[in-house]
Nanobody, 126 residues
Framework: QVQLVESGGGLVQTGDSLRLSCVAS????????MGWFRQAPGLEREFIAT????????YYADSVKGRFTTSRDNTKNTVFLQMNGLKPDDTAVYYC???????????????????WGQGTQVTVSS
């Protein structure tokens, strides 16, 4: 069993940057694909970014491409989401997730992820 804890959220203004961290405990996440998702009030949880086991492959939602970057440090059991050029539409609770099978690669689908963090709130004011 793995536990994920996100941090780094907060209240910022349009155009600001934030860096989210997702720290895993219970087992190593090295070798497993990770994902970032977000959920705004009244909306479905949506895909933001995914990263493969060693950070060599990443994919992003069109809405954040060019502004957000995900990376990982397997030695620290941590995945990051650097968010630049934040907009009010980015306001949401942000979640990280990990796949349970290390043979599986990146995915945009929340149903492909087995373990989730509790989320961290990001609020962008205009």
């Amino acid at each position: 069993q793995v536990q994920l804890v996100e941090s780094g959220g907060g209240l910022v203004q349009t155009g600001d940057s934030l860096r989210l961290s997702c720290v895993a405990s219970g087992r190593s996440i090295g070798g497993y694909a990770m994902g970032w998702f977000r959920q705004a009030p009244g909306l479905e949880r949506e895909f933001i970014a995914t990263i493969n086991w060693n950070g060599g492959t990443t994919y992003y939602a069109d809405s954040v491409k060019g502004r957000f970057t995900t990376s990982r440090d397997n030695t620290k059991n941590t995945v990051f989401l650097q968010m630049n050029g934040l907009k009010p539409d980015d306001t949401a609770v942000y979640y990280c997730a990990v796949r349970a099978d290390r043979t599986l690669g990146t995915s945009r689908y929340k149903t492909d992820y087995n373990y989730w963090g509790q989320g961290t709130q990001v609020t962008v004011s205009s």
